[in-house]
């Protein structure tokens, strides 16, 4: 069963594809978004572009960009845009979000759960710097070490380097010319909810789709990820999600 349909089933009953609830996701568009309520927006590997319809439902004066390379989710994602209205303010583009180019800035560029597609959180600072307009605003979210990883952790599929601490973390935004104005550190409860969400969507679908040739591998995603969660990296794994500007004086 192709990951990206596992994922997009996964994150079917969940606000985002990362672990915020909604009223976190409300406050940081707030926080984010022009205050004249008008402006361009993009998002680096966008999925279902949930952060997009939040960001322009209700906000008229608002254009956007999604970026992904999954043709299937992007296909699926342009009929919901519609359906909502919204089909002449989002514009979604199938390839890689570190290929993307583009001649006019955007006022708030988003990357929240995709750093893996520039390499690494360093890598995507610089691609969203590339994007953004003098002034503007990114929302990019990162996973962090609540604690040091203890060997049930690295059993679950992680290495001791894959993240840094969050006060770490932070250093190395700002060592890349970035200003932390605002920032969501992810609670244990939104955690909680999403993983509970993610599996539960999927082994549902499982269990409602026996005939279809993906369902046991689908119910067999869930539990693996179900028992790396609850067995390894729940309490050690953080999630930020952090409201930048660009430092004064800094140069690429």
Known sequence: MDRRRISALAHGDHP??????D?????????ALPRDGAG??????????PWLIRALEGRPGLRADGVDNDAATVTRTRKEIAARGLG????????????????????LVLCVGAT????????????VAHHLAPGGCALVGEGFWE?????????AGFTPDEYADLAT????????????VYAHV???GEWDDYEWSWTGTLARWALDNPSDPDSGEAYRAAAEHRTAWLHGYRGTLGFATFLLRRTPGYVL
């Open 16 to 21: 985002v594809a990362a672990p915020l609830g």
């Open 23 to 31: 009223d976190s996701v409300a406050r940081l568009l707030d926080r």
């Open 40 to 49: 361009r927006i993009l998002d680096l590997g966008c999925g279902e572009a």
């Open 88 to 107: 002449d303010r989002i514009t979604l583009h199938t390839e890689d979000a570190a290929d993307f180019a583009v001649d006019r800035p955007y006022d």
């Open 116 to 127: 893996h597609a520039f390499g690494g959180l360093r890598r995507t600072l610089d691609a």
């Open 147 to 155: 604690r040091q990883p203890d060997p049930r952790t690295l059993a």
């Open 169 to 180: 973390t932070t250093d190395t935004i700002s060592t890349a010319g970035w200003t932390p």
């Open 186 to 188: 992810s609670t244990l």
